[in-house]
């Protein structure tokens, strides 16, 4: 698709915007491609989240995107185990992408 304009938007880590909470319930990441910077700037907030959702891609779709694998393995590395995967978005045949619902460990039930 073609760029028709661009905006300017302000960007805070995860962190700094979580830094008040003691804990994070459930947490929603759809950020086109930027999943790993998120992951880099909520260290801290991603300890303290239980559930976590991130939209991942299978297909690259965004310019420098990182790859499900690599998102993945970052949020295994930090505790978390996939506990579900939503109904994959399909385009031409194959799985694009889908939610998967990730668990941090220490509140497992």
Avoid: A, W
């Avoid at 909520?42 to 299978?58: A, D, P, Q, S, W």
């Amino acid at each position: 698709s073609d760029v028709k304009s661009t905006v300017k938007v302000p960007v805070v880590t995860l962190d700094k915007l979580c830094s008040e909470l003691e804990e994070v319930s459930l947490l929603k990441v759809d950020v086109q491609g930027f999943e790993k910077s998120v992951v880099k700037g909520g260290l801290k907030t991603l300890t303290k989240t239980r559930f976590l959702i991130v939209e991942m891609n299978f297909q690259p779709i965004y310019e420098e995107e990182d790859s499900f694998q690599d998102i993945h393995k970052d949020l295994v590395k930090l505790n978390f185990y996939i506990r579900n995967i939503s109904p994959s978005f399909r385009y031409d045949g194959r799985s694009v992408s889908c939610d998967v619902i990730y668990e941090n460990k220490q509140y497992r039930l």
